[in-house]
């Protein structure tokens, strides 16, 4: 998917840098959140990270982050500071974020309207990157480089 292609891309560029520093990967800021970081909407998370079976058919999916139901034009914030990556439309997720954390850790932000940020801007953690497109469902994922990993288990709902 595109998606995966521009995580890729990103992913090649930091290791690309990593090797002409010529430094070995320590904990970043960002590693040390888990558990800690702002839930990106308000509302209800109506699909969860992983592998699942719809009671109905009995398909089986999987889905690599989160989908939270909420109200159109709430807003969506990051969960942590970073730079904007991408933004834009993406085929399959609609209006879109990807913002780097620590040059390790991607948190992607589909299901957008009116964008309030573009790429290569810094944002700090709760920085409005739009609000929820007329659906109400906003996707979030998070990759440790292109690994996707369960953003429920990094963020603190309260």
């Known amino acids: 998917s595109e998606m995966e292609r521009i995580v890729s891309r990103l992913e090649a560029e930091r290791k690309a840098a990593s090797k002409k520093k010529k430094t070995s990967p320590a904990a970043t800021s960002f590693s040390l959140r888990t558990g800690s970081l702002p839930m990106p909407y308000r509302g ?7 592998p699942s079976v719809d009671p109905v058919t009995n398909l089986r999916s999987y889905s690599p982050g989160i989908t939270i139901k909420g109200k159109a034009g709430t807003p969506v914030i990051a969960v942590a500071g970073g730079e904007v990556a991408y933004a834009g439309d993406l085929r399959g997720y609609g209006t879109f974020v990807i913002i780097n954390h620590d040059d390790q850790y991607y948190t992607t932000y589909a299901g957008l309207a009116a964008l309030t940020v573009g790429v290569g801007d810094r944002v ?8 929820a497109d007329q659906t109400g469902l906003v996707r979030f994922e998070l990759r440790k480089g292109g690994e996707e990993v369960d953003p429920v288990i990094w963020l603190n709902d309260e």
């Open 124 to 131: 700090a953690a709760r920085t409005r990157l739009g609000g």
């Open 44 to 50: 209800e998370i109506i699909q969860s990270f992983g």
